[in-house]
């Protein structure tokens, strides 16, 4: 019999969002200003523009214009792929015995693979309308790589996918992918850069850093004025190209009065947790709803939980503005034995500022129990989730079982960024009991907090 | 702006069938019946549950009842992952040109990949319903092993998977998800059966093939009273269950009042054009319409367009009943250098008598020029499409390209099977320029003619 709540909630086309909602421009306390490095005086447009696409820019730095209306040309880029569906979970919440109403967006059925789609699109249809004729980038597990691939096919813009080499060379089919869309990929560090060219002399056999790749990006997109530099996460503009996640999401429960009492979403550079609660959260904002927010990250990048709030770079080069966010310095670094994205050490800036305010709650999970949810999940919602979306996967169903104790019929929802078709080395170790994780120490962070620069507004 | 006709159309879950489609029912002439190979006789349901479950065997051997209802245990089970989106090719028009409209049935954003859940499904539940306790199979390319590894999982079946042992061998990952769905998977030939230790007797270093991974999973299969065997392909049943795909594109041109005047699918065995096609057909049987229905199969193993119509076998073994169908012989095999699935000899009987009847056409396409057709279609629509489903791609653009030079607002539907994901060693080929294709000589198919039973019914 079909459900009276369907199991896929679409949009029609007329009902999918004009606007981005930008989150900046509702918050009572907005976050710090990025400080340009050598003046530690805020950034102007005109320091970003050569290295960012004029609009993007504009974006950046704009914290006032609540929502943004999504060009017509962008809006027919996202009809190719959306709307996502947003799927009530009915099987897992069967399963977990649970009270709780459990619904996930879920942005991984294009090609890329995830959600990193929705900001690839606009960013490449801003350098096509601003005359710019190729781009560059940096992709480490390859997500964002092959958006961008995507997306410059779509709008007919050359591409140089700067590939951290190990990935490159774990991940070919990542990068055939990228190649049969047309882009260039070079595993970085190579010797078309300076930078490239420098870290190899020191070490030839180093198998790259993303680190590296986006320093080799932005040598390359500087160069020339038909180019310009892009990046899929962290950035604010990123975070209001996702807006769309959440407001398609909340026009999907709004087509049935439904208001969540959770919403949870992983967190790396914070892209898509950002995009996903961004309505919601204005709401909260408001005082027009209790919703409760969750950011979950991995216990080995524990940025939110174990981090620290200052000015830091974007970057291990130091080459990056500095942003006051959650961050455990730009010289940490993950354990290798961490699978998937999530790796950076810092956190978007908005969601820092929401998180030190108390708008926003976050948890760190270990990766073998974040893997016991993917499976338990994909064997019953039928969907092989990227290691990145398990974080929310498990803490949903953490809150699912809370309410199963209580007997609260609580609204869950949560954002299922991906697949993962080509994380399948991290599922055949977790099947082989192979996979661990290794969650720092006090001292680890200590080597990373050192890393902070000591300026007067980290005093 | 939103499109009239929206990119995709879903139907919402009231409208998603509940019966499927037989088209034998409705055919004047049906095909003839499946005969014992030992008594040449019509073959009897007794004959054939000792290998399949009960309901398989009677859907089977149903050629009369046009409407079969579709039992909520399955309907729960496609709920899961479809209604599949009807997608509307905007980008591919423009791009090409033509004033024809394409539509195409995308099956492909299900975890296996491809329309072959349709089957796994309805298998598994009548396994499950009949008090059976796992079942067996076989897979080659791995679509079809790790759809019955998904609905296993749904069920709460055990199944054993004979995985050709150079398919296990190439395609780690496939079977990583068939064991992370909990299947065990065996690469063929093993030494867990007669089969598999024969052959394995006589080359130790065989690469495997279907033929022999069949023979290992039925063997297996009828060792016990609380397992069956499973079949994805060719057979009737499993065209009658893929009927889905048709019903529900059907269902949705006609909330647009959208009548097709050309049908395309690709064609292995044969189970999803027959899906697609079955509903439409069946008007033009009954004279409501004039659609015409194109098969399209690989220039490299052309059952259709240079086959015979006989009574052969399903396998090399020659151990299954006798079909009559369109058939390149049961020991022909296609050249190792064809990509992807639609390598099978023979060609679902419903399927081979249309063609004899000329209510189906059919064509056969370069490797080569297939994939073209697959990297202009991704570019502009999005989706990295299996080499198999490429195939219907390639004669959807031929189409609409004779539409621009004839000026003719014709509506072109093909199905898209499933997504190239485990399919990316063959884009690799293709961007080298390596990629071949191998067209049988006239020698080669009298090769395989030869092995064709010589029968009273062949003379």
């Excluded at 490159?168 to 990228?178: G, L």
């Excluded at 959650?326 to 010289?331: I, K, M, W």
Aim: hydrophobic share 35%; glycine share 10%; with cysteine.
């Amino acid at each position: 019999m079909a459900h009276k709540i369907p199991t896929r909630i679409y949009l029609s086309e007329e009902e999918m969002p004009k606007y981005w909602y930008n989150l900046r421009a509702v918050m009572k306390d907005k976050p710090d200003p990025i400080l340009h490095p050598g003046t530690l005086k805020p950034v102007t447009a005109a320091d970003m523009e050569p290295v960012f696409c004029k609009e993007a820019v504009r974006q950046e730095l704009d914290d006032t214009t609540k929502l943004v209306p999504i060009p017509d040309g962008i809006q027919d880029f996202y009809r190719a792929y959306r709307p996502s569906a947003l799927i009530r979970a009915y099987y897992l919440e069967k399963d977990l015995g649970t009270p709780a109403e459990i619904y996930y967006k879920f942005e991984g059925t294009n090609t890329s693979g995830s959600h990193k789609l929705n900001s690839a699109g606009p960013q490449a249809y801003y350098a096509k309308e601003e005359g710019l004729e190729y781009l560059t980038t940096e992709t480490g597990a390859g997500q964002w790589g092959t958006a961008m691939a995507m997306a410059c096919a779509f709008y007919g813009l050359d591409l140089t996918v700067y590939m951290v080499k190990v990935s490159s060379q774990q991940k070919p089919y990542r990068k055939a992918v990228m190649e049969t869309y047309g882009a260039k990929v070079i595993p970085s560090p190579s010797d078309t850069t300076d930078a490239g060219r420098k870290i190899l002399e020191g070490d030839p056999d180093t198998s790259g850093s993303l680190g590296c790749a986006i320093s080799e990006a932005v040598e390359t997109a500087v160069k020339t004025d038909k180019c310009r530099y892009v990046l899929g996460s962290v950035l604010n503009h990123v975070l209001l190209h996702q807006s769309v996640i959440g407001l398609e999401a909340k026009a999907a429960l709004d087509k049935y009065g439904i208001s969540p009492d959770i919403i949870i979403g992983c967190a790396g550079g914070g892209s898509n947790l950002g995009g996903l609660i961004a309505p919601f959260m204005g709401d909260k904002i408001a005082g027009a709803s209790k919703t409760r927010f969750i950011a979950v990250e991995p216990a080995s990048c524990p940025s939110f939980t174990r981090g620290r709030y200052a000015y830091d770079f974007g970057d291990t080069g130091k080459m990056t503005p500095l942003v006051r966010m959650q961050t455990l310095g730009n010289g940490f670094i993950p354990s290798a034995n961490h699978a998937g994205g999530l790796r950076y050490h810092g956190m978007n800036s908005v969601l820092s500022k929401l998180y030190r305010d108390g708008l926003l709650e976050a948890r760190a999970e270990i990766q073998t129990e974040v893997f016991d949810a993917a499976v338990k999940f994909m064997k019953v919602e039928g969907i092989l989730p990227a290691p990145e979306s398990s974080h929310a996967i498990k803490v949903a169903i953490d809150e699912a079982l809370e309410c199963k104790k209580t007997g609260e019929k609580k609204v869950i929802l949560f954002g299922l960024t991906g697949t993962g078709y080509f994380d399948l080395s991290a599922y055949m170790s977790y099947n082989e009991k192979t996979l661990t994780d290794k969650v720092p120490t006090d001292e680890d962070l200590e080597k990373g907090f050192a890393s902070i620069p000591d300026i007067p507004q980290n005093r």
